[in-house]
């Protein structure tokens, strides 16, 4: 009887499962929406419980879809979206509605951390820059806003760790997931008192997970669980790791000096090192799922989720088109980009529709819009100001010393030729995109494979179960137009910092200063 792993992977909008047998190859893979809510500006919820509703029908779907038997799932892992909060109260329920990795409600706390000087207390421990979605954050204002939300808090979980404890019922963290919640000694890999005390949070150390490994058997598949989702009780689950390392490990990055691209909800720019890199100006530094490695990321909610709004917002005449077709409206939309070629849109697009990484009070926009302009330009302008994003944070992983000749490339944003084109020319690096459409989810299995002995190690892993689809090289001729157009849109932030701020200063009901 065959053998395959599951992988679980939650996002910020869909709940997945997909089986893949023991070679890597995706055998069925479902999904199921699990909607967020907007109660307030700012604010990114959904309900714990649909999430795991939805979660375990979508492993519910894709046995019966696929026709594999319970028992032939060896091993479960899971993954999901970093930062965010889900907090389980000491009954062992949810505490409250979920809070997901694109909120910005504690943005103010950020700013007033930042102006007292605190990050440069922490960042010796944390190894990382502060964000408004981080659960240090989060959880800070929560104490201040939701005092008796704050006492009845059991377990402190990101969002693939309350999956897993809805499989499992047991409350455990890996060190992946927790090392990028500014919340650990990430270089000492443990919790620090010391650290909690900075945020005025050492009353939440008992609700901190224990830490496994992402590979390590966390529990089981309880009876409950089981019925849910048709698994077989007892099948193990593993520790789950980051969705930052699931897609690296799920591209086959495992070495130091390997390079991950995801191209997503997040621009994620990620380099393995053998020793941690500890720079200020650097977004992240975390502990790698393979055991003694560090991986160093530059990230933002600035990529290929733009494109997803775009299409929601304005291409119904294009979805039209894709459905008479039977292909992808993203299809349609790489096939109008295409239609110019490199230098052929002048509008600059800045991809800050769900966060930024220059200041709090950025925003997306287009500029430079004139009447002969079409959908097309504007498209164009948008798959190059998501690539400009990803630029900027490759150029800081440089700056600090990271060689790189080539980069592997997943997400939304590497299912299009053109876009990843885009990348090649501007990054003026081959681009290796790995086989599969569901990395992330790979990963995590994957995982579950080194935890139940399938693969002896990440090694092993990587070269039985990944492969590379494509490879596409730099076009020389094509990275001046890009550069050029780069350069403007570097000189648009300087510019736009101030009117961003009195912005977002009329949005919160205040006068500017000239009133």
């Given at each position: 009887?065959s053998?395959?792993?599951?992988?679980?992977?939650?996002?910020?909008?869909?709940?997945k499962?997909?089986?893949?047998?023991?070679?890597?190859?995706?055998?069925?893979?479902?999904?199921?929406?699990?909607?967020?809510?907007?109660?307030?500006?700012?604010?990114?919820?959904?309900?714990?419980?649909?999430?795991?509703?939805?979660?375990?029908?979508?492993?519910?779907?894709?046995?019966?879809?696929?026709?594999?038997?319970?028992?032939?799932?060896?091993?479960?892992?899971?993954t999901?979206?970093?930062?965010?909060?889900?907090?389980i109260?000491k009954?062992?329920?949810?505490?409250?509605?979920?809070?997901?990795?694109?909120?910005s409600?504690a943005?103010?706390?950020?700013?007033?951390?930042?102006?007292?000087?605190l990050?440069?207390?922490?960042?010796?421990?944390?190894?990382?820059?502060?964000?408004?979605?981080?659960p240090?954050?989060?959880?800070?204002?929560?104490k201040?806003?939701?005092?008796?939300?704050y006492?009845r808090?059991?377990?402190?979980?990101?969002?693939?760790?309350?999956?897993?404890?809805?499989?499992?019922?047991?409350?455990?963290?890996?060190?992946?997931?927790?090392?990028?919640?500014?919340?650990?000694?990430?270089?000492?890999?443990?919790?620090?008192?010391?650290?909690?005390?900075?945020?005025d949070?050492?009353?939440?150390?008992?609700?901190?997970?224990?830490?496994?490994?992402?590979?390590?058997?966390?529990?089981?598949?309880?009876?409950?669980?089981?019925?849910?989702?048709?698994?077989?009780?007892?099948?193990?689950?593993?520790?789950g790791?980051?969705?930052?390392?699931?897609?690296?490990?799920?591209?086959?990055?495992?070495?130091?000096?390997?390079?991950?691209?995801?191209?997503?909800?997040?621009?994620?720019?990620?380099?393995?090192?053998?020793?941690?890199?500890?720079?200020?100006?650097?977004?992240?530094?975390?502990?790698?799922?393979?055991?003694?490695?560090?991986?160093t990321?530059?990230?933002?909610?600035?990529?290929?989720t733009?494109?997803?709004w775009?299409?929601?917002?304005f291409?119904?005449?294009?979805?039209?088109?894709?459905?008479?077709?039977?292909?992808?409206?993203y299809?349609?939309?790489?096939?109008?980009?295409?239609?110019?070629?490199?230098?052929?849109?002048?509008?600059?697009?800045?991809?800050?529709?769900?966060?930024?990484?220059?200041?709090?009070?950025?925003?997306?926009?287009?500029?430079?819009?004139?009447?002969?302009?079409?959908?097309?330009?504007?498209?164009?302008?948008?798959?190059?100001?998501?690539?400009?994003?990803?630029?900027?944070?490759?150029?800081?992983?440089?700056?600090?010393?990271?060689?790189v000749?080539?980069?592997?490339?997943?997400?939304?944003?590497?299912?299009?030729?053109?876009?990843?084109?885009?990348?090649?020319?501007?990054?003026?690096?081959?681009?290796?995109v790995?086989?599969?459409?569901?990395?992330?989810?790979?990963?995590?299995?994957?995982?579950?494979?080194?935890?139940?002995?399938?693969?002896?190690?990440?090694?092993?892993?990587?070269?039985?179960?990944?492969?590379?689809?494509?490879?596409?090289?730099?076009?020389?001729?094509?990275?001046?137009?890009?550069?050029?157009?780069?350069?403007?849109?570097?000189?648009?932030?300087?510019?736009?910092?101030?009117?961003?701020?009195?912005?977002?200063?009329?949005?919160?009901?205040?006068?500017?200063?000239?009133?």
């Amino acid at each position: 009887m065959s053998e395959y792993l599951l992988g679980i992977d939650n996002g910020n909008t869909i709940s997945k499962a997909a089986i893949f047998d023991l070679a890597g190859r995706e055998i069925q893979v479902t999904s199921r929406k699990a909607d967020s809510e907007y109660p307030q500006p700012g604010w990114t919820e959904r309900s714990m419980d649909e999430l795991w509703q939805s979660t375990a029908m979508a492993v519910k779907d894709a046995l019966s879809q696929s026709g594999i038997k319970p028992q032939q799932i060896i091993g479960v892992g899971t993954t999901g979206h970093g930062n965010g909060l889900y907090l389980i109260d000491k009954d062992g329920r949810p505490a409250r509605a979920g809070i997901q990795s694109l909120d910005s409600r504690a943005a103010h706390i950020i700013d007033n951390w930042n102006r007292d000087g605190l990050h440069d207390q922490v960042f010796p421990f944390t190894t990382q820059a502060f964000w408004p979605a981080q659960p240090n954050a989060l959880l800070a204002w929560i104490k201040q806003n939701e005092a008796q939300v704050y006492q009845r808090i059991g377990a402190v979980l990101m969002v693939k760790d309350y999956i897993k404890y809805c499989l499992t019922g047991e409350i455990t963290s890996d060190f992946t997931d927790m090392s990028g919640t500014s919340l650990m000694d990430v270089r000492n890999k443990c919790y620090s008192e010391e650290l909690l005390n900075f945020y005025d949070l050492a009353d939440i150390r008992p609700a901190l997970p224990t830490l496994v490994t992402s590979f390590e058997i966390a529990g089981r598949i309880t009876p409950d669980a089981a019925r849910a989702t048709g698994l077989a009780a007892g099948t193990p689950v593993v520790g789950g790791l980051f969705d930052v390392d699931a897609s690296a490990l799920g591209a086959g990055v495992h070495q130091p000096g390997q390079v991950c691209i995801i191209a997503g909800t997040w621009s994620i720019n990620e380099i393995v090192t053998s020793d941690p890199i500890v720079d200020p100006a650097l977004f992240m530094t975390s502990i790698y799922t393979v055991p003694d490695l560090w991986l160093t990321i530059e990230a933002s909610a600035t990529s290929a989720t733009n494109l997803e709004w775009f299409v929601t917002q304005f291409c119904a005449e294009e979805k039209t088109e894709a459905d008479r077709r039977g292909i992808s409206v993203y299809d349609v939309c790489s096939e109008m980009v295409d239609s110019l070629p490199p230098g052929g849109s002048d509008i600059i697009f800045h991809p800050f529709l769900f966060g930024s990484n220059v200041q709090a009070s950025a925003r997306a926009g287009f500029y430079g819009i004139a009447g002969w302009h079409t959908k097309a330009h504007m498209l164009r302008s948008l798959y190059e100001g998501v690539v400009y994003g990803h630029l900027s944070h490759f150029e800081k992983l440089r700056d600090a010393g990271s060689q790189v000749d080539v980069a592997r490339l997943s997400g939304g944003g590497a299912h299009s030729s053109v876009w990843t084109q885009i990348f090649a020319d501007t990054l003026q690096l081959p681009m290796e995109v790995p086989d599969g459409i569901e990395i992330g989810a790979r990963g995590a299995a994957l995982s579950a494979g080194i935890g139940v002995g399938v693969y002896k190690d990440h090694a092993d892993a990587v070269a039985t179960a990944v492969k590379i689809e494509r490879r596409q090289e730099p076009n020389p001729a094509a990275t001046p137009f890009y550069l050029e157009r780069y350069a403007e849109y570097k000189k648009l932030l300087e510019c736009m910092q101030e009117p961003w701020d009195r912005l977002s200063r009329l949005k919160q009901g205040e006068q500017s200063d000239s009133e």
